[in-house]
Structure formats: structure tokens, C-alpha cells
């Protein structure tokens, strides 16, 4: 069972940067890696994703803003974003996944971006 620990998250002033952490108990190399986020009363949304041959792909509001890149020998996967807004805020969670059976998910690292 892979577990996955996020770290980085806190309170950023808007403009300000932020960079996420995800820490995998195993290898991910096999793992496509995904950040998405949650906030109250809403779904959870994707935000970033990086592929096993290491394509990046972002969800609109975040493109130009974030990076989503992997450390594989590290096990870990990393979000840094840049240019904060208020609407950003969201617990962010990290997914990393083969298929269905082989699909987890870290607990969550809150980032609030508040004057």
C-alpha cells in the first residue's frame, strides 16, 4: 500500500509562492502523479498532473502560474506555484496512480492565500 505525505502548504499573502511536496512511501516511477484540490461545498478539482515520461498538463487557472515536476529517485513529486491568488485556496492533495487498483492519495496539506 503506497502512502503519500504532502507537506508545504500555509498562509501566503496574494502574489506570493508556495511549493508543495508529496513524499511516497515506495517507488512512483510506474506513477502518473496528479495535484488536486478541495475547497468547502465543492468537488474536488484537478489542478496539475505529470506523467510517467514526465508531460506536464494544468488545469486552466493555474497555467503559467504553477509547476508540476517529479524527483522519482526521491520518491517525490512537487507543485510550485507562483503568483497566488485568493481563489487558489483549497486543501491540496496529491493522487498518484496506475489504474484503478493501484490509485492513492495523500491526506491533504491546506494553502490560504489571504492579504
Known amino acids: 500500500q503506497m502512502r503519500l505525505v504532502e507537506s508545504g502548504g500555509g498562509l501566503v499573502q496574494p502574489g506570493g509562492s508556495l511549493t508543495l511536496s508529496c513524499a511516497a512511501s515506495d517507488s512512483i516511477f510506474d506513477y502518473n502523479a496528479d495535484w488536486y484540490r478541495q475547497t468547502p461545498g465543492k468537488e474536488r478539482e484537478f489542478v496539475a498532473r505529470?506523467?510517467?515520461?514526465?508531460?506536464?498538463s494544468y488545469t486552466a487557472s493555474v497555467k503559467g502560474r504553477f509547476t508540476v515536476h517529479r524527483h522519482n529517485a526521491k520518491r517525490a513529486v512537487y507543485l510550485q506555484m507562483d503568483n497566488l491568488k485568493p481563489e487558489d485556496t483549497a486543501v491540496y492533495y496529491c493522487n498518484l496512480h496506475i489504474d484503478p487498483r493501484r490509485d492513492y492519495w495523500g491526506q491533504g496539506t491546506q494553502v490560504t492565500v489571504s492579504s
Open positions: 505529470v506523467t510517467i515520461s514526465g508531460t506536464t
